[in-house]
Structures are given as C-alpha cells and as structure tokens.
C-alpha cells in the first residue's frame, strides 16, 4: 500500500469574491493598493425614479391634435334600418334572430353606435331589403342571380 500524508491539503476550486464584494469600496481600494487594473464607470441616473423622464418626443406628442377614434354607422343608416324593419313588421330582437346576431347589435346600428362590419350590413340589407352601403342608402336592394 502507499503511505498517504494526511497534512497536506489540496485546493481544488478557490471562489473569487462575489458580485458585492467586488464592488464595495473596501475591494476597490484593496485592488488599487496591489496595482490590479480597476475601471469605474458611473452610472446614468443610478438610484433615481427616471422612469417618467421628459423626452423631446413628449412636447411633439402634446402638440398632436388629431383625434384617433372608429368611424361609426351614420344615422342615415340608422333610420333607414329602423324603416325597413317597421315595414316587414320586425322587432329588433326579431330581426336580430334572422341574421343571427344579438338583439343588442340591431340597436347599436339603429343608434348610431355600431362600428361598421361589412358582414353583419350585407346581413341586415338582406334581411330587409334596402340597401345600407354605397352612394344609394335607402334603395331597393335588387336580387342578383345567383351563379352557377
């Protein structure tokens, strides 16, 4: 068998100084005295709420004036559903049932309120015939044949 020495004591690994430690004043100090190359670079704003902080684009944005909004159904649009509606003798939960959409959506068209969809409009001028799109709002829907 070989003769072990037991005092000797082998190091594997030896840990650096952790992230703060490294950066206290006491290891600046250390490192400079041993003539190591040290950088400090200071940081911008450090421990200060800049998160709000005035930028040139903010003078730029309080000068904009144009209102970002939909576009909505014109009350002509309104009315001429309401017509159609009273003159097939529909309710608006009635007419709502025949497109399969909520009673809610025939009175926001009615209204003014509705964002235009295209799909529920070509729906609700089938339903009642009168057209709701186009320079001729109020006009006879004509049947297109269909294609074969």
Excluded at 48 to 72: F, I, P, S
Excluded at 135 to 140: E, N, W
């Amino acid at each position: 068998m070989a003769e072990s020495d037991w005092d000797t004591v082998t190091v594997l690994r030896k840990k650096g100084p952790t992230a703060a430690q490294a950066k206290s004043k006491q290891a600046i100090t250390g490192a400079q005295r041993r003539g190591e190359e040290v950088e400090t670079t200071k940081k911008w704003s450090a421990g200060q709420n800049k998160q709000h902080l005035v930028t040139k684009n903010t003078a730029k944005l309080d000068r904009e004036t144009e209102e970002l909004h939909h576009d909505r159904v014109s009350l002509e649009v309104g009315k001429v559903i309401q017509i159609g509606r009273q003159e097939k003798g529909l309710t608006q939960k009635d007419l709502a049932t025949k497109i399969n959409e909520k009673p809610q959506v025939i009175a926001d068209y009615e209204a003014g309120r509705a964002i235009p969809n295209n799909q529920v409009m070509g729906k609700i001028e089938r339903a009642i015939g009168l057209k709701l799109r186009g320079k001729d709002i109020g006009l006879p829907l004509e049947a297109k044949p269909k294609k074969k």
